[in-house]
């Protein structure tokens, strides 16, 4: 389903070269829960973006969902993240003045998909929130604007979902709350989930542990979680 083979991104600095990803390879199959973790300036947030098309590596590439997408155009790449990628931001990136309806609306409409509203309805719904579907970002908790950010993200019914930080920037409680949402969809769905995050408990939590150190892999271990 995802697959990196030796991903490796680099940045000029200064009169030299600095490796932030090196070499980096694993698989991940369909329906699983990954877990990326490491400390700051480990690569983690970079390796996420590679494996989203977010980005292009140095070298090395990323095949998702049997397509080589280092290969693509940006465009090409667009247009495959609207057909099978979901992206959670630790920032939520939700519209401001867009309601929670309307904002996870907005890219059922842009597919050009029929009951676009309905289907919005309905994943705010799933997700807690089908009383604050009017109310607009500003109106709703930093947990219920990320439910909005993760209805949004299922709104494709994605093949694979990444999520940046998704506890960041939230209270333990409602943390849990989101972690246990995540798991919910990704049993329901069979959508692939891939995190990052620097919570260890949250990691321990999804089926597989990806450490990174340096830009490196130094574990890749199953958890017996999930």
Do not use: C, W
Not at 1 to 12: C, D, G, N, P, V
Not at 34 to 60: E, F, M, N, Q, R
């Amino acid at each position: 389903m995802l697959t990196a083979t030796h991903l490796t991104k680099e940045y000029q600095s200064g009169n030299g070269r600095l490796a932030v990803l090196k070499h980096v390879s694993f698989s991940v199959p369909q329906g699983a829960f990954v877990a990326i973790v490491g400390p700051s300036g480990s690569g983690k947030t970079t390796l996420l973006g590679l494996l989203a098309g977010l980005d292009t590596p140095s070298d090395g590439a990323v095949s998702l969902d049997g397509v080589d997408i280092t290969r693509m155009t940006e465009d090409q790449r667009a247009l495959l993240r609207g057909e099978k990628v979901g992206f959670i931001f630790q920032s939520f990136q939700l519209i401001p003045t867009l309601t929670a309806l309307e904002n996870v609306q907005v890219p059922l409409e842009l597919r050009g998909e029929d009951g676009s509203a309905d289907r919005a309805r309905d994943l705010l719904q799933r997700v807690g929130l089908g009383d604050r579907t009017g109310h607009f970002p500003a109106q709703l908790s930093g947990g219920e604007q990320q439910r909005v950010a993760i209805a949004r993200a299922f709104s494709n019914n994605p093949r694979i979902l990444f999520a940046d930080e998704p506890t960041g920037n939230l209270d333990g409680a409602t943390g849990e709350r989101i972690v246990e949402l995540l798991q919910e969809l990704n049993r329901e769905s069979g959508s692939t989930v891939v995190i990052v995050t620097h919570d260890i408990a949250l990691a321990e939590r999804t089926g597989r542990v990806i450490r990174l150190r340096d830009g490196e892999v130094v574990e890749d271990r199953m958890t017996g979680a999930g």
